[in-house]
């Protein structure tokens, strides 16, 4: 297939135009394919040429198989370069494409305010911060309002007071790192905690790369935070029934996001099947409305019950089918029994490679257990988590 010689960045020595053939016009655009077959023109030209000099009566043997070999050394050269920035220019398409085809505008957008000079000179300064000892030539950041003046004076307070909590690590105070402004995607050792604790949560069958979790204020803000990037107003989600009664608001209420029911039966347990999930898409399609993912809550709220291993594959080979993205919101995920087991949808994708880029979770430690320390003082750190394993998100939650 083209598109994948393509997205490996293959010289295409084993393409020739017939192969567009088998493309999905949606990928390859128009230009694109007219660009393509110039390329294989070109390359077929070079084979006609070298035979053609090979057969004919005015060249001896040994100038034709110099010139020959001559010319195609350097056509063959000329062509790789070109070859590589066909790949590259329709690979960068293709990316572009497929990000507006499964974003929203919002999170398919290059530039999120990055460019302003504010950030610039954030930039700069982070290449080269001033430092009185180690780096007195440095730049000196200016346009932050963080008042440090008091530091000294704070962390003496702190130094009398043992039993403030949370402002030490390894017996050492750490109130310089937590006091100033953080990364947007949150702290990078709470991450790397969380990625850990949520491999834990999931019997460690799946890990989780800290670089792939966006933190935010609960799993309202993670749900609501994904369906801003990956939805317009006006576009749709397939839910199954009974649901989680909060998500009309929580989906619906500033995104402009539909929610579509998927109807499930008590006769069969509430168990989402391929004949719900296709009831509910064309129903989305009647009312005018672009489906643009499921979803699950798994564990189940309000029905407690956990989806098998048969519905998540259904759902995600449903997915696939659709081109459309999968949200399982796995705030329960470490309150459940051991029977029946838990299956996460990161433990139902480990073994495909066509679906990672749709599939995301959102959680909260604070839910996921009640007996872990994210929950010793009664709920007090309320934190939610979207993992995402393309990035899509974690690039479009910045703007």
Same mark, same amino acid.
């Given at each position: 297939m083209l598109v994948y010689e393509l997205l490996s960045l293959s010289p295409l020595q084993h393409l020739g135009p017939t192969d567009l053939l088998h493309c999905n016009p949606q990928f390859i655009s128009l230009p694109q394919q007219v660009a393509l077959f110039v390329f294989f023109w070109h390359k077929i030209s070079i084979n006609s040429l070298v035979t053609s000099l090979h057969a004919s009566p005015h060249c001896s043997l040994s100038l034709s198989l110099s010139l020959s070999l001559s010319l195609s050394l350097c056509l063959e050269s000329l062509l790789g370069?070109?070859?590589?920035?066909?790949?590259?220019?329709?690979?960068?398409?293709?990316?572009?494409?497929?990000?507006?085809?499964?974003?929203?505008r919002k999170a398919a957008c290059n530039v999120h305010g990055q460019d302003s000079s504010y950030f610039?000179?954030?930039? &700069?300064y982070e290449k080269n911060p001033y430092d009185p000892i180690t780096n007195p030539g440095g730049m000196i950041q200016m346009g932050l309002a963080e008042n440090q003046l008091s530091f000294d004076l704070i962390e003496s307070w702190l130094r009398s007071h043992p039993d403030a909590a949370g402002f030490k690590k390894d017996g050492a105070l750490?109130?310089? &790192?937590?006091?100033?402004?953080?990364?947007?995607?949150?702290?990078?050792?709470?991450?790397?905690?969380?990625?850990k604790f949520m491999g834990e949560v999931r019997g460690n069958k799946v890990t989780f790369e800290p670089c792939k979790l966006v933190l935010t204020a609960g799993a309202t803000s993670a749900n609501e935070t994904l369906v801003f990037c990956l939805a317009e107003p006006g576009e749709a989600f397939l839910l199954p029934t009974p649901y989680y009664p909060g998500f009309d608001r929580d989906l619906k209420w500033r995104t402009g996001a539909e929610i579509v029911p998927i109807h499930c039966s008590s006769s069969n347990g509430f168990r989402v099947t391929k004949?719900?999930?296709?009831?509910? +898409?064309? +129903?989305?399609?009647?009312?005018?409305?672009?489906?643009?993912?499921?979803?699950?809550?798994?564990?189940?709220?309000?029905?407690?019950t956990t989806m098998t291993r048969q519905e998540l594959d259904t759902l995600i080979d449903f997915v696939v089918a659709k081109d459309i993205h999968l949200i399982s919101d796995e705030i329960y995920s470490g309150t459940s029994f051991d029977s029946p087991e838990f299956v996460s949808i990161a433990e139902a994708i480990k073994d495909r490679n066509d679906v990672a880029?749709?599939?995301?979770?959102g959680c909260s430690p604070t839910m996921s257990s009640p007996r872990s320390t994210f929950s010793r003082t009664g709920g007090g750190l309320k934190n939610g988590t979207t993992c995402s394993w393309k990035g899509f998100v974690g690039s479009g939650s910045d703007a």
């Open positions: 370069s070109i070859s590589v920035l066909f790949c590259r220019y329709i690979v960068s398409s293709l990316y572009t494409r497929m990000n507006q085809k499964l974003l929203s610039l000179g954030w930039q &700069e750490i109130f310089r &790192e937590l006091a100033l402004f953080q990364d947007y995607h949150g702290l990078p050792a709470f991450k790397s905690a969380l990625a004949v719900a999930l296709e009831a509910a +898409h064309r +129903h989305a399609q009647k009312r005018g409305l672009r489906v643009k993912g499921v979803l699950l809550t798994n564990p189940s709220n309000p029905l407690g880029h749709r599939v995301h979770i």
